[in-house]
């Protein structure tokens, strides 16, 4: 059981707006091969949350609709869908640029056997989390062997050209602080990260992200359950950067859940906040915004949902599902 957050909802945080749609976020369901410390949306093994077939054939008609560049598959993880390699494959005869989130250990699981080989065919992009270069680090924070898992998966997508310069197959690591505390400089950390990847496992990689800790779900409720949450807040609004503010991921980006309903951002959906995009009401009841709304409707313009948490995209130098948003 986790302890009660907060509401996050009323907050001083800057008015924002959306610019154009690049970049379609769909998380295909909860269900997890692992129960990361970190996880901002309490994916595991026991999570039943799947996105339905009927949900899942409206994502390229959006694609196309919207005339989207960016299909950015996450989870839980994301290839446990039984319709996973069905949807990239579509995305990609659309001349979609597809990134699976991947957390590396998946392709060890059974029925996955193939799946490095899959994402190299069809030049999917790879965003794969390694919160440290070291076993005793990854292994408090994601679980006993995932590290070892980990290098392994890494030496296995180098072998299919992964990471390698020239190879027009990128492979992109994920850093998350091991508790309340922001991300140290992105640049630097990426050439440590390099350094002793190459040195100790001969592995290569293109680029590191360095991202903040959103204190919501299970990191925010391990915050409370530690009294440090409002401490974490407050680290978060006292290093505000007013330059992070106009890079943030949810001017570009929209966020869709496994119901097909949606949202700014992954977090924004993690707390219920809604896309402010208009729609029918139902029986005096608004209707809240769902993926086939964006068949006929452009979102650009619309005021973005924030609170408190928002903070954690600006915080520093800056987080992203793409890193830092300055260095």
Known sequence: MHATLPLLQTTKFPSLHRQQLTTLQVNLGYRCNLSCVHCHVNAGPNRKEMMDSETLTLIPLVLTARNISILDLTGGAPELHKGFRKLVNEASALSVKVIDRCNLTILFEPGQEELAEFLAAQQVEIVASLPCYSLTNVDKQRGKGVFDKSILALQKLNSLGYGNEGSGLTLNLVYNPQGPSLPPDQAKLQATYKRELYENFGILFNELFAVTNMPIQRFGSTLISKGQFNDYMQLLKENFAAANFANVMCRNLISVDWKG????????????????????????????????????????????QVADHCYGCTAGQGSSCSGALHE
């Open 261 to 304: 309903f949606l949202y700014d951002c992954d977090f924004n959906q993690q707390l219920g906040l809604e896309l402010g995009l208009a729609t029918q009401t139902v029986q005096g009841h608004k209707r809240k915004p769902h993926l086939r709304d964006l068949m006929n409707k452009d979102p650009s313009g619309q005021a973005i």
